[in-house]
């Protein structure tokens, strides 16, 4: 006698159809959907993660924002004294000083605010302490010196850059 065939089962797969064509491209279309969705996922988590790491880099500035305050005041005061040295070796050692206290500024989230000659002038960063004249309209408005640099915690600015500021006037 002869096993009777097994009874199909839930999980049995389908028979191949004539249309494997068209099975195989809604699998691909779905492969490429579910693509999408994890590399939008991925991109959201790198945001999310680059806007954590900027919160805490603004929060670490804050808190320290009384000692960059401090530091940039020792800066003032180290190329104060570099300028006014008449020692060769005390200019250097002032300048040297000068730039190991930017440099600490920098690791605390300060920036030193030192626009180059040429430069926009830019009110949220510059203070105008004076003008010169110029005969160039196209330099009208922009930073001819910079007689003190400024300080920016992140975005913020904490003293604005004292700056000669060329003006075109007519003759």
Do not use: C, W
Request: charged letters at 30%.
């Amino acid at each position: 006698m002869t096993d009777p065939a097994p009874a199909a089962t839930l999980h049995e797969v389908p028979a191949m159809t004539d249309a494997p064509a068209a099975t195989l491209d809604r699998i691909t279309e779905r492969i490429d959907d579910l693509a999408r969705v994890i590399a939008r996922q991925a991109a959201t988590i790198e945001r999310l993660a680059d806007a954590a790491k900027l919160k805490i880099q603004d929060e670490r500035a804050e808190a320290d924002a009384p000692l960059i305050r401090d530091l940039f005041a020792l800066h003032g005061l180290a190329q104060t004294f570099a300028s006014t040295s008449n020692s060769e070796p005390d200019r250097q050692g002032f300048e040297a000083m000068s730039r190991r206290v930017e440099r600490m500024l920098a690791e605390r989230g300060g920036e030193l605010v030192t626009p180059f000659r040429g430069t926009a002038f830019d009110p949220e960063t510059m203070e105008a302490a004076e003008l010169t004249a110029t005969d160039d309209p196209t330099a009208d408005r922009t930073v001819e010196s910079v007689i003190q640099p400024g300080l920016s915690i992140g975005d913020r600015s904490i003293r604005p850059a004292k700056v000669v500021v060329r003006r075109y006037r007519r003759a």
